[in-house]
C-alpha cells in the first residue's frame, strides 16, 4: 500500500478515471476522446483503474509462469509485450501529468524478472505505481499554498468483489468497500460497467459545540474502453474465438467513463467551530 497526496487549486475540479482500456483491444477512437476529456478540461485529473493492457488473466499467467525451462522465450515475449506496451504510452504521453497514478488489474503481463505491464506502462510515463490498492489524499490550496480543504480516494480494481451479474451487485460492492477504509470517494472497475452515484453522512464536528453536519461521498465503477461482444460471424470453416461476455452470457459492456465534479466554495469564516469552513459539492455525470 502506497497513499499519496495530489495538490490542485481551490475551486472546480473534474475527475476522470479510466479503468480496463484492455489495450491494444481497445476501442480507439473511445480511449482517444477520454484523452481529450482529461487534456481539455480545466483541472482535470485521472487515474489507472487496472487492466490498462489485456495480455492475461491470473490462472493463465500462474500456468505459464510455471514452466521454467524456456527462459528465452520468455524473454522474447516479454520484448513483443513491451513493444506493445510503448504504443499505449505514446497516446497517453500528452496527459501524463494530470495521471494521479495506476493500480494494479487482474489482466496484464509478468516479465521475466518479476514486474508487471502496468509498473512498464508507469515507468514509460513517469508516473506512480500504487499496485493493488490507491490511497489518495487531494489537497485543494489557495494563492498562498495553503491546503484549504482536502478528500480522500479510495481505488481498487475489483474491490475485493469480482462483481455479480446485476447492476445492484456491483452496486452493493461499491457500497461495502465503505468498510474497509474510510475516503470521500470510491472507484472500482473490472466489470465493465459505469455506475455513479451519491450518499450522505452524518458527523459532528470535531471542535468546539458539536453540530451535526452532513459528508456526501461519491462511488464511482468506471466503465470500459473494450467491446463485451465481437461481430465476428461463426462459421463451420474457421475457428471461432467467442469473447468472455458471450461465453458467459454477460450484458454488452457499457463503453466509456464515469466524470466526477469537484466543486468547492467558501461559506464562512467566524467562529470557533467553522474556520474557513468550505462547502463541497459532487456531481457525476457520464
Known amino acids: 500500500m502506497r497513499p499519496i497526496a495530489h495538490s490542485l487549486p481551490f475551486g472546480r475540479a473534474t475527475f476522470i478515471p479510466a479503468g480496463c482500456i484492455h489495450w491494444p483491444l481497445t476501442e480507439k477512437d473511445l480511449l482517444k476522446k477520454w484523452i481529450k476529456a482529461v487534456k481539455d478540461t480545466p483541472k482535470a485529473f485521472t487515474m489507472l483503474m487496472g487492466d490498462s493492457l489485456d495480455f492475461a488473466r491470473t490462472h493463465y499467467r500462474d500456468h505459464i509462469r510455471s514452466y521454467r525451462a524456456d527462459q528465452n522465450s520468455q524473454l522474447a515475449v516479454d ?3 513491451k513493444h506493445d506496451i510503448g504504443k499505449l504510452a505514446k497516446l497517453l504521453m ?3 501529468d494530470r495521471i494521479i497514478g495506476a493500480i494494479l488489474g487482474n489482466h496484464h503481463h509478468e516479465f521475466a524478472d518479476g ?3 502496468e509498473q512498464f506502462l508507469c515507468q514509460l510515463l513517469g508516473i506512480r505505481y500504487l499496485g493493488p490498492v490507491g490511497l489518495i489524499r487531494v489537497e485543494f490550496r489557495d494563492r498562498s499554498g495553503r491546503t484549504r480543504h482536502s478528500m480522500v480516494i479510495y481505488a481498487h480494481h475489483h474491490g475485493g468483489s469480482m462483481g455479480g451479474r446485476t447492476t445492484g451487485a456491483d452496486a452493493n460492492a461499491l457500497e461495502r468497500s465503505e468498510t474497509t477504509f474510510d475516503a470521500d470517494v470510491y472507484v472500482l472497475s473490472h466489470t465493465h460497467r459505469r455506475i455513479g452515484f451519491k450518499l450522505p453522512k452524518l458527523e459532528i464536528t470535531s471542535k468546539g459545540r458539536p453540530i451535526v453536519i452532513e459528508r456526501t461521498k461519491a462511488f464511482i465503477r468506471s466503465g470500459a474502453f473494450l467491446k463485451g461482444y465481437g461481430e465476428d460471424n461463426p462459421s463451420t470453416t474457421r475457428p471461432h474465438f467467442p469473447t468472455y461476455a458471450e461465453q458467459k452470457a454477460l ?10 465534479t469537484i466543486d468547492l466554495t467558501h461559506v464562512g ?11 463541497r459539492e459532487f456531481t457525476v455525470s457520464y
Open 79 to 81: 520484448e513483443y509485450v
Open 94 to 96: 500528452p496527459i501524463k
Open 115 to 117: 514486474t508487471n505491464g
Open 251 to 260: 450484458r454488452p459492456t457499457d463503453l466509456g467513463y464515469v466524470t466526477l
Open 269 to 279: 469564516n467566524n467562529g470557533p467551530n467553522d474556520p474557513n469552513r468550505v462547502k
